[in-house]
């Protein structure tokens, strides 16, 4: 719910959102549906696939816009992200761009991290951004080969897929 309320409060209006659960069963599709925003279109996988790379693939397949932003279930965005992200992408005529990340580790961890800060604006490969904080160009995934399954990479499926974008030559 707070994911989702995070999207509605968005200075961008003119987006649609497509929820995609992971072979979900819980009350996710009600969460979805209780929110009365014909922006939201929900989808759930056949069956869980232990990545966020199935459901991120899904997504950009189906996604009809010329970008795309992902928001994990836990996390919230700023009412002005989409916004930020959109005019820097269109000022630098980037591929992806990443807004700065404020990271709060589990109840009582202690742990607390922040990301998106990179040296003169431009990722390196020892940079990390989670993809929260991503906005990129929807044509981009498939020019990259899409996100890994976790079988098919050593790295976390979002670092893998970071490292395939810079490897690209994609700005």
């Given at each position: 719910r707070c994911a989702?309320?995070?999207?509605q409060?968005q200075?961008?209006r003119?987006?649609?959102?497509l929820?995609?659960g992971d072979?979900?069963t ?5 969460v ?7 922006r939201f279109r929900?989808?759930?996988?056949p069956a869980?696939?232990?990545s966020q790379?199935?459901p991120?693939?899904f997504?950009?397949a189906?996604a009809?816009a010329?970008?795309?932003?992902y928001?994990g279930q836990?996390?919230?965005w700023h ?5 930020a992200?959109l005019?820097a ?15 709060y580790?589990?109840?009582g961890?202690?742990?607390r991290?922040?990301s998106?800060?990179?040296v ?5 490969p020892r940079?990390?951004?989670?993809p929260s ?9 498939p020019r990259v080969?899409?996100w890994?399954r ?5 790295l976390?499926?979002?670092?893998a897929f970071l ?5 690209s030559?994609?700005?």
């Amino acid at each position: 719910r707070c994911a989702l309320r995070s999207v509605q409060l968005q200075t961008v209006r003119d987006i649609e959102v497509l929820v995609v659960g992971d072979g979900c069963t819980d009350d996710s599709e009600a969460v979805v549906r209780a929110l009365g925003d014909d922006r939201f279109r929900w989808h759930n996988l056949p069956a869980n696939s232990g990545s966020q790379s199935a459901p991120n693939n899904f997504g950009v397949a189906a996604a009809r816009a010329d970008w795309v932003a992902y928001l994990g279930q836990d996390d919230i965005w700023h009412p002005r992200h989409l916004e930020a992200c959109l005019a820097a992408a269109v000022a630098q005529q980037a591929d992806l761009v990443a807004a700065v990340a404020i990271l709060y580790g589990p109840p009582g961890s202690g742990w607390r991290a922040m990301s998106g800060l990179l040296v003169d604006g431009e990722y390196g490969p020892r940079d990390f951004m989670p993809p929260s904080s991503w906005l990129h160009r929807r044509d981009l995934a498939p020019r990259v080969g899409f996100w890994k399954r976790p079988e098919e990479t050593p790295l976390p499926v979002d670092a893998a897929f970071l490292k395939d974008v810079a490897a690209s030559g994609a700005k």
